[in-house]
């Protein structure tokens, strides 16, 4: 498989989609906040990153504004199934690759892997 979940909003998973050529590669794109993440994509998401926790976002707005913290992977995974917000983002899954988020480091490993 080889899919994409992303913010079409969002001016850096855009720059990452042009920057890694996934729409020229055949990777299916899905928005998520157009379309939501479901329980079976964030299960197979966990499968290959071995933890919800992983896949949080912690720079999102709600978050800060939660009174308690997630502290369990129970608690990280309702949490992303209820609001798109707190799936870190990009995730890019090829084959039983995933590379999750934004930071320099993994869109390099992407960017390898994905040549």
């Known amino acids: 498989m080889k899919k994409v979940y992303h913010l079409s909003t ?8 042009k ?18 993440i479901t329980k079976p994509q964030l299960e197979e998401m966990y499968e290959l990153a ?6 949080f976002s912690r720079v999102a ?6 009174a308690a913290k997630p502290t ?3 608690e990280y995974k309702k949490l992303i199934l209820q609001e798109y917000t707190f799936l870190r983002r990009p995730v890019i899954i090829s084959g039983k ?18 040549s």
């Open 50 to 55: 071995g933890s919800y926790e992983a896949l």
């Open 97 to 114: 690759s995933i590379f999750i988020g934004n930071k320099k480091g993994t869109i390099e490993e992407a960017q390898k892997a994905l």
């Open 72 to 74: 369990k992977e129970n």
């Open 19 to 36: 920057q890694l050529k996934l729409k020229e590669k055949g990777f299916e794109l899905q928005d998520i906040k157009t379309e939501g």
């Open 61 to 66: 707005l709600k978050y800060k504004a939660l």
């Open 10 to 17: 969002c001016d850096t998973c855009s720059r990452i989609l």
